[in-house]
């Protein structure tokens, strides 16, 4: 600004002789400051103001506490310009802030205290908090936990999504029955973010792509047909036990302000602003289902439209400190989060082709450098295909560049593999047939530099079914990492009784940061002492829930009890229907047995919860028969509190905080080879819970660490499924498997007639989940947990010993393995 050295020098000085270097943080300034968010931002009286508006000022002056370590994050790594990965992904589920921020930051007693003086409860105020549900399942809150560990392990990285104006919708139960509401989650501001409305870019739509002249040579030009604004909306992310504040950059689409003459020239000025108008429904609403893709426009336009804003953003900050693209490999590592945002590397070639004019062979081999992908499917079948028709109307130049990608692997591919077409059109990135295809996952297979999948069961798959032939091809491209959660939110958050509790015999916090500890807890499994605090710990957990049932549903439910939970979307393969068919045995047992037998059973409270998609049709259809069983069971006086069943409705981040604490035991019993790893299982474990489960997923290196004697293990295994497939109806199920399937049948819970197709699905020949082949196993599994429980110093233990084996399973440990062999990063920390 026309200023010296010396004149800036001084003007810095001036300013920095204002303020205080950093906010304060005892609990006369957290008070005075809460006030003054009262007062000056959320505008009320400091005299009166009442919870929500308590949480609102609160919630400001922690961000305030974010934002300074968020700049002086992105001031010393944009000075150290080391090598950053950027996480792309449609979706993070990232819950409720608050409690997360100032546990990270190390000052929730502090606020706690501060509160107090002012009449308020930090609990409470963070019950007004809603949850920021930008996902669907385990894949949206995996990226939410990678962000923590990526915070906490002070790797210079970006998240980057969309920031969606309806979340994922919210499950209202009526009669039974999941309705859908919109959740419409920015109604009441959101002030963990910060709107940037000086970093936007345009992204550019449809139109035709011409070839022009540039310096004697033939380039590309796309003349969009549609251009909409990619505004950028920041969510710092704190680490835990470090200064280092990362961005969550989601976009939001405006108009463009970039004037379209012709339609205003019409006369028709409101038409013309309505339409432009429509251009913020590219990131209004987040697509409710968690695994199909059904080829829609809008859909496609979310994907490009994010990763578009989302590679200008990389580039320009690539460019303020380098000219040569040959640099960018070393600067920048990119990873997409599934299939979805694989236009990023259309997206990267054509920015480097037709923009920065680099010739193909240098541009691809840039890009395949830098790409990372990692893919959470296991069914071949679910794999992303965009229709060819729909992606050259919406990206003309993504087309072309897709098709010349094609081309020169087919030719290489011939190469190598010969004239085997069968093959060659198996790997082909075009899907020929009646309607051609773009397969989105052979484009970022043969453009990425490693795929990973997110289990050691999951890889083996990826060779043998999902991606056989490219891993043949590239067996050193193809790898895993297998998931995990943060023990921050999923124990330090949530569980908070616990927390303390392995401090204190750990004799130190360091777990928090160093999950391998926990692994000391295994000397004192057996020592009363830790049995009868960890039992205690429990019990608190198992009121909370206990009072959060009732007072949804009404059902009083017994702390004596089992409380036997399996949370998670609601789909044929995860098998909510063995749980309820199982629940039909347990109750029909019950009711034919003798008084005598009745004393020796263990009481259950059977907690299920989940989404379902709203137009998968069966899902639906386990909620409601879910909702008749426990009708049926919860009224029946000869069954008391011998057995119960809820179901706990709208499940998300913040109901699993509370309802995995309070678990004695988890169900994670997917037909095996369908769960590509799971994560649900992770923090149950984390919280001591005992595992019921198959050998599916993540389960199988649970069992490593946990030993299966600590868990209840069943169900036919994965090399045993294609041989029981083939044998179909000659599989007879078993007796006491027909019965309960019959009283579902015959209207013993009513809705005969809606619950026939349901029941259908488990006919002998039609049975592709093997409900009926597993169900033996299954309630052995059940009548081994019952054994268990009964001995409460052996149970005890194996919780102990559950928490213990947990280590592995820190997501800390998951980014550690992709920063070390998949991004090649650094730890970059800010030396204050
Ligand atoms: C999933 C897998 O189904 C799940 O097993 C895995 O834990 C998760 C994260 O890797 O990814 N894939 C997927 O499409 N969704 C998942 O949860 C929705």
Redesign the pocket.
Known sequence: LGMDFGQRKAKAEKMFGLMDVFLKNDSVSLQKDILDHVEYTVARSRFSFDDFEAYQALSHSIRDRLIERWHDTHLYVKKQDPKRVYFLSLEFLMGRSMTNSVINLGIRDQYADALNQLGFEFEVLAEQEGDAALG?????R?SACLMDSLATLDYPAWGYGLRYQYGLFRQIILDGFQLEQPDYWLNFGNPWEIERVHVSYSVKFYGTVEEEDLDGERTKVWIPGETVEAVAYDNPIPGYGTRSALNLRLWAAKPSDKYDMESYNTGDYINAIMNRQKAETISNVLYPD??SYQGKELRLKQQYFFVSASLQDIIRRFKDNHQNFDELPDKVALQIN?THPALAIVELMRMLLDEEHLDWNRAFEITCKIFSFTT???EPGGLEKVPVDLLGHLLPRHLQIIYEINYKFMEELKKIIGQDYDRLSRMSIIEEGAVKNVRVANLSIVCSHTVNG?SKVHLQLLKERVFKDFCELWPQKFHYKT?GVTQRRWVVVSNPNLCSLISKWLGTESWIRNVDLLGGLRQYATDPDLQREWKMAKKVNKLRLAEYIETLSGVKVSLDAMFDVQVK?IHEYKRQLLNILGVIHRFDCIKNMSASDKGKVVPRVCIIGGKAAPGYDIAKKIIKLCHAVADKINNDADVGDLLKLVFIPDYNVSVAELVIPGSDLSQHISTAGH?????GSMKFLMNGCLLLATAD??TVEIMEEVGAENMFIFGAKLDEIPALREKGASLKAPLQFARVVRMVRDGYFGFEDYFKSLCDTLEEEKDFYLLGYDFTSYLEAQAAADRAFVDQEKWTQMSILSTAGAGKFSSDRTIEEYAKHTWGIEPCKCPF
């Open positions: 669907n399942g385990g894949l949206a995996l968690d695994r599934d959470h499917t296991v997110v998931n979307r769960e590509a790893s799971g994560t997923g993540s």
